[in-house]
T-cell receptor
Framework: DTGVSQDPRHKITKRGQNVTFRCDPISEHNRLYWYRQTLGQGPEFLTYFQNEAQLEKSRLLSDRFSAERPKGSFSTLEIQRTEQGDSAMYLC??????????????FGPGTRLTVL | GNSVTQMEGPVTLSEEAFLTINCTYTATGYPSLFWYVQYPGEGLQLLLKATKADDKGSNKGFEATYRKETTSFHLEKGSVQVSDSAVYFCALIDSGYALNFGKGTSLLVTP
C-alpha cells in the first residue's frame, strides 16, 4: 500500500489554459474525494465519487471544473480556462466504501496550481 | 450546515510544554470528529478521530475527547517536541461524506 498519490505535484500555467490533475487512491478504497485548499485556510470539499459514480458536487465546482473516475480507480480533475483565483492546492483523498472506517479519509500530497 | 471553529494561531510553545488547541463544533446529530496535521511541505495526515460522544481519540501522545455537553473536541498533548511544529486542523463529517475543516492552527515549538 503506497497511499494516495497525485500528479503533478506542482503546476504553473497561464490564465486561460486548461490543466488536468490525476489522483490514484489507495487500491482497496471505493470512495474518492477532491478538495481545494487556499493559503491560510482549511481544505474545502469539491466533489466525491463512489466507485465510478460522481455522487456530490460542491457549489465551489464551477462549470469550468470537471472530474471523472472512469473505471472506479484513478480520478482526474480538469480546470478549463484557468483564472488567477484558481491558484490553490488541490487535494485528493480516499476512504473505504464499506465498514466502520468509511468516514476516515486519507489524503494525498496535493497538486499546487499557480495561475499566472 | 455542520461546522467547526478552532482557535486561531499561531501558537508558540517551548519544548516539553503542555499543548491545548481548542475546537468546537456545530452539528445536527453526532458526526465523527477528526484532527488532521499538516507538516511543512507535506499533505494532510490523519492524527486521530472519535466517532461518538465520550470517545477519546489518541495517537503519538496527542489526545482529544468528543464532548457532547460542550460541543468540543480539544486537542491536547502533555509534552510537545520541536517535531510537532505543524498546522493542525479540526474537522467533522458533513452530510455523511464531506469533511468540513476549521481554518487550522499553526503550532511552533521552540527548543
Amino acid at each position: 500500500d503506497t497511499g494516495v498519490s497525485q500528479d503533478p505535484r506542482h503546476k504553473i500555467t497561464k490564465r486561460g489554459q486548461n490543466v488536468t490533475f490525476r489522483c490514484d487512491p489507495i487500491s482497496e478504497h471505493n470512495r474518492l474525494y477532491w478538495y481545494r485548499q487556499t493559503l491560510g485556510q482549511g481544505p474545502e470539499f469539491l466533489t466525491y465519487f463512489q466507485n465510478e459514480a460522481q455522487l456530490e458536487k460542491s457549489r465551489l465546482l464551477s462549470d469550468r471544473f470537471s472530474a471523472e473516475r472512469p473505471k472506479g480507480s484513478f480520478s482526474t480533475l480538469e480546470i478549463q480556462r484557468t483564472e488567477q483565483g484558481d491558484s490553490a492546492m488541490y487535494l485528493c483523498a480516499s476512504s473505504p466504501g464499506a465498514g466502520e472506517n468509511t468516514d476516515t479519509q486519507y489524503f494525498g500530497p496535493g497538486t499546487r496550481l499557480t495561475v499566472l | 450546515g455542520n461546522s467547526v471553529t478552532q482557535m486561531e494561531g499561531p501558537v508558540t510553545l517551548s519544548e516539553e510544554a503542555f499543548l491545548t488547541i481548542n475546537c468546537t463544533y456545530t452539528a445536527t446529530g453526532y458526526p465523527s470528529l477528526f484532527w488532521y496535521v499538516q507538516y511543512p511541505g507535506e499533505g494532510l495526515q490523519l492524527l486521530l478521530k472519535a466517532t461518538k460522544a465520550d470517545d477519546k481519540g489518541s495517537n503519538k501522545g496527542f489526545e482529544a475527547t468528543y464532548r457532547k455537553e460542550t460541543t468540543s473536541f480539544h486537542l491536547e498533548k502533555g509534552s510537545v517536541q520541536v517535531s510537532d511544529s505543524a498546522v493542525y486542523f479540526c474537522a467533522l463529517i458533513d452530510s455523511g461524506y464531506a469533511l468540513n475543516f476549521g481554518k487550522g492552527t499553526s503550532l511552533l515549538v521552540t527548543p
